[in-house]
């Protein structure tokens, strides 16, 4: 069984800057694209960047510009660089791997076959 551990978060002032990291526990050799959702409280659990195995990006709007989703093969391990970070970006982030991200999603939902365990992030104004 695959495992996507996450790591990264953490506590910041706004303009400030995180790097979250999801490392697969195994080389998975697929198609899946991989992505970061979040869940704010009182929010729907949101799409906010993902990566295909061909490299595609996708942002939310309200995140282009200052997110940046990157991938390490050799390591199996993506990244979200996340800058100029701001209070609405608090949230609990997720990682997530399967065929088809939808944009907006319960957290471990199993239509999505793989899911990191989540990590705060909190931006202080």
């Known amino acids: 069984q695959v495992q996507l551990v996450e790591s990264g978060g953490g506590s910041v002032q706004a303009g400030g800057s995180l790097r979250l990291s999801c490392t697969a526990s195994?080389?998975?050799?697929?198609?899946?694209?991989m992505g970061w959702y979040r869940q704010a409280p009182g929010h729907e659990c949101e799409l906010v960047s993902s990566?295909?195995?061909?490299?595609?990006?996708y942002y939310v709007d309200s995140v282009k510009g200052r997110f940046t989703i990157s991938q390490d093969n050799a390591k199996n391990t993506v990244y979200l660089q996340m800058k100029d970070l701001k209070p609405e970006d608090t949230a609990v982030y997720y990682c997530?791997?399967?065929?088809?991200?939808?944009?907006?999603?319960?957290?471990?939902?199993?239509?999505?076959?793989?899911w990191g365990q989540g990590t705060q992030v909190t931006v202080s104004s």
């Open positions: 195994k080389f998975i050799f697929d198609d899946d694209d």
């Open positions: 990566i295909s195995s061909e490299g595609s990006t």
């Open positions: 997530a791997r399967g065929l088809f991200l939808p944009d907006t999603i319960a957290p471990m939902d199993v239509s999505i076959p793989y």
